[in-house]
């Protein structure tokens, strides 16, 4: 009976432990749970009613005091690392110290992210042992970590056959991503297709791009090294509608053109139509012209009237790329504009002419800049024709009448808005973006440094949507340790001999010492 009552406290604890796991091993019996932790509660009480003097001595004694002190600094301990754990969990932040900010999104990613206006939810289907799955689930964590309107989940394939009906999933790794009535699906997991994933769903309408043939440009439809296909696929996916126009007549001229892209006429435009691009500017429209040495004289007049200088030169450039030519110069200066913003890129211009803003500017221009600069050691000549078996002596920089770098190949222009005939209506400013070239943005050379990249970020801001981003992928690059052979046999005697020699001798007398006493 004794033991019983000193040993009452221990059998109520263990009672009242075994009915809180049967609650939670076996919810559906809670009459047997909730009985065992009300006879523990019993079980303790009794013991406290039956050894109440023995309790009242244990108090006083000083081995109660310390142990008492003890547990109270430890519940304080406790209770201190819980609010930490809490406050941490609903204020973290992320820290990335790899040099390429492997961990991090870039910039364009956050600022669409933080600006969301609407709860995206993101549904991946991926199976178990897909590698792409871990890759996405990081990927979006970094997504929810800037922002709260995402939620996603990840679905397997294989268990989940209704939801894969549903969504007319057809492949492994695909990512569904929807906001209200709108979705977009995706089936790769790069930041670049997650951004603009987010942005094409919450995006009223698409914006339709134009790109202008009939006159030698070259074609979106054409996939060979010459062609354009490439730059369409990238603005498809980016959320644009991409269409060709033969003609810029008047009459033809497309109602819901968002970018007018001329890339490339070989020959000249017909003035009829010249003067409908400029009825578009005029009236907010936005047009890229990318034109290529020796081609389409009438351009000249036609965009010095829209404060563009297009010069009938060639740039010469010192080799910057690897299998490249004199012919092929580098934009080393970019100037600071909206464009250009966190773009770190070089790009290249295989067979350019000099492009520059006229000073003083016409009435019609708010605002003339240009983009980019080659560096000093690029020159240009004048009317110069490329001929067969040309060597570098041919295109040798001419004190007399070449002219010095560093040679501007790109412009941008905003025209000033036209007061609006419709009352409480107003005109959007115009832009216009011209280019010396139209072969770095072509299939062969869009991939070289950052010329695609280049080509739509000019599209986004020509078209009023700077969201919208080309993301370059992010790489680990491999860092090793050059060593000349002395530091090499300096690091080996050091670490491999020295060291190991001095550990032992220390070792050695220590026992020695030891011994002798």
Not at 290 to 306: E, H, R, S
Not at 400 to 421: E, F, H, R, V
Not at 423 to 444: C, Q, Y
Request: proline share 5%.
């Amino acid at each position: 009976m004794d033991k019983i009552k000193k040993n009452l406290n221990l059998i109520g604890l263990g009672l009242a432990l075994a009915g809180l796991v049967s609650l939670r091993i076996w919810p559906q019996t809670k009459i047997v749970g909730l009985l065992l932790v009300v006879l523990g509660i019993g079980a303790i009480a009794v013991y406290v009613g039956l050894n109440a003097g023995d309790l009242k001595q244990g108090l006083k004694r000083r081995s109660f005091l310390y142990s008492s002190n003890a547990l109270l600094l430890a519940v304080l301990v406790l209770g201190i690392l819980v609010l930490a754990n809490v406050f941490f969990s609903r204020h973290h932040h992320r820290f990335d110290f790899t040099e390429a900010k492997l961990h991090s999104l870039s910039d364009p990613s956050i600022k669409v992210a933080s600006a969301l206006k609407a709860d995206i939810s993101i549904k991946a289907f991926f199976r178990e042992g897909n590698p792409a799955r871990s890759r996405m689930e990081d990927l979006l964590k970094i997504y929810t970590y800037h922002t709260p309107r995402i939620k996603y989940e990840f679905i397997d394939p294989d268990k989940n056959p209704g939801l894969i009906k549903r969504y007319e999933v057809t492949q492994d790794g695909t990512t569904i991503f929807e906001a209200g009535a709108k979705d977009n699906r995706i089936t790769t997991t790069t930041e670049e297709d997650v951004t603009n994933a987010l942005i094409k769903v919450t995006r009223e309408k698409k914006k339709v791009i134009y790109f202008l043939e009939g006159h030698g440009e070259k074609s979106i439809e054409v996939t060979e090294e010459s062609g354009y296909s490439f730059i369409k696929d990238d603005l498809t996916k980016m959320g644009y509608d991409v269409k060709k126009q033969l003609t810029a007549l008047p009459d033809a001229f497309p109602k819901d053109c968002a970018l007018l892209v001329i890339p490339g006429p070989e020959k000249d435009i017909a003035p009829n139509e010249l003067e409908a691009i400029r009825g578009y500017l005029e009236g907010g429209g936005r047009v890229f012209f990318l034109v290529d040495p020796q081609t389409a004289p009438g351009l000249v007049p036609y965009l010095a009237k829209l404060g563009v200088k297009l010069e009938d030169d060639t740039v010469i450039d010192r080799p910057t790329l690897f299998g490249g030519d004199y012919l092929m110069p580098m934009m080393s200066e970019i100037a600071s504009h909206e464009i250009t913003k966190n773009f770190r890129y070089v790009t290249y211009y295989p067979l350019a002419r000099s492009v520059d803003v006229i000073d003083p500017k016409p009435d019609t221009v708010t605002t003339s800049q240009v983009l980019g600069k080659t560096s000093e050691n690029a020159y240009t000549k004048a009317k110069f024709v490329l001929k067969k078996g040309m060597t570098t002596k041919d295109i040798a920089f001419d004190a007399k009448n070449d002219k010095k770098g560093p040679i501007p190949l790109a412009a941008i222009i905003t025209l000033k808005p036209k007061t609006s005939s419709e009352p409480g209506k107003t005109v959007p400013e115009g832009r216009l973006a011209v280019f010396g070239d139209s072969d770095f943005a072509s299939n062969r050379y869009s991939a070289e440094g950052g010329n695609g990249n280049l080509f739509l970020n000019v599209a986004n801001w020509l078209t009023e949507e700077s969201d919208l981003i080309s993301i370059s992928p992010k790489t680990s690059s491999p860092r090793g340790l050059e060593l000349s052979p002395t530091q090499g046999k300096l690091i080996f005697w050091v670490s491999v001999i020295l060291l190991p020699l001095l550990v032992l001798g220390f070792g050695i007398s220590i026992w020695l010492k030891r011994r002798a006493l």
